[in-house]
């Protein structure tokens, strides 16, 4: 993702999650328009990639407390906007927790160099007096006090759009869904593709969501979901249904 604005690094908000067919989605988004603009990370292409690397430990600490409907949670992960990074380009390491309906996320940026070092000895960011103290404090203690380790790598392509008076209002659509088993810090790997017709929107804002984006859900007859792209990707590498 260009480097070319601000960076948001922290966000409270609500989540809502939707699965579509792709045909469904791209008739949806000629409607969005009409009150939403493209992110400007997307314009040109009208995408931008994203590569997550979730962390978890041996037992799925994570993945049951999501499946289990867990009301206050965390989950870590480290993002990427490239597969093939160099030493220089921006990784995001972000805590996410769920508290009850809401979503509080926080993330710091490090250059990508620093991820072998933290796979290898994750203290080792500590010792760095530029990186937020703060922020891995609480990430080094999650990751390390329940033996966690990188555990799914994540990679898709995202559409976003902002509200055209209300930048807090979001909607992104999210194609190709890819995933594979993650050992070390590489984003480029063989990964296990999802149907390709298959697209997640998500819908994330402050206060309340607007009257025409409830018309839209209305009129195609869309429920909100309880499921996530760490679980589907969980589920998908050991061959359970995708779909129930």
């Not at 989540?15 to 314009?43: G, Q, T, V």
Request: charged share 30%; proline share 3%; aromatic share 18%.
């Amino acid at each position: 993702m260009p480097q070319t604005k601000k960076i948001n690094l922290h966000f409270r908000r609500f989540e809502f999650k939707y699965f579509l067919n792709k045909d469904i989605a791209d008739h949806i988004i000629p409607e969005l328009l009409n009150y939403m603009n493209w992110d400007s990370y997307a314009e040109k292409k009208e995408y931008y990639e994203c590569n997550s690397l979730y962390m978890d430990n041996y037992n799925l600490k994570c993945y049951h407390e999501k499946i289990d409907g867990l009301l206050n949670r965390k989950k870590l992960r480290i993002r990427s906007y490239k597969k093939k990074y160099a030493a220089e380009d921006n990784l995001f390491f972000e805590l996410k927790r769920k508290s009850g309906e809401i979503v509080l996320k926080d993330r710091v940026v490090i250059p990508g160099k620093y991820l072998s070092e933290f796979i290898k000895n994750p203290f080792s960011l500590l010792q760095n007096k530029n990186f937020d103290k703060n922020f891995f404090n609480e990430f080094i203690y999650e990751y390390t006090n329940y033996v966690m380790q990188p555990k799914l790598l994540v990679s898709y392509k995202r559409k976003p759009f902002f509200a055209k008076n209300n930048n807090s209002f979001r909607v992104t659509f999210d194609y190709d869904l890819k995933f594979a088993n993650a050992n070390e810090s590489n984003y480029d790997v063989e990964y296990k593709k999802l149907n390709e017709d298959f697209v997640v929107m998500e819908v994330k804002f402050n206060g309340n969501c607007p009257q025409w984006f409830h018309n839209i859900i209305n009129d195609y007859y869309l429920e909100r979901t309880d499921s996530c792209k760490y679980c589907f990707g969980i589920d998908l590498l050991k061959g359970e249904p995708q779909f129930s």
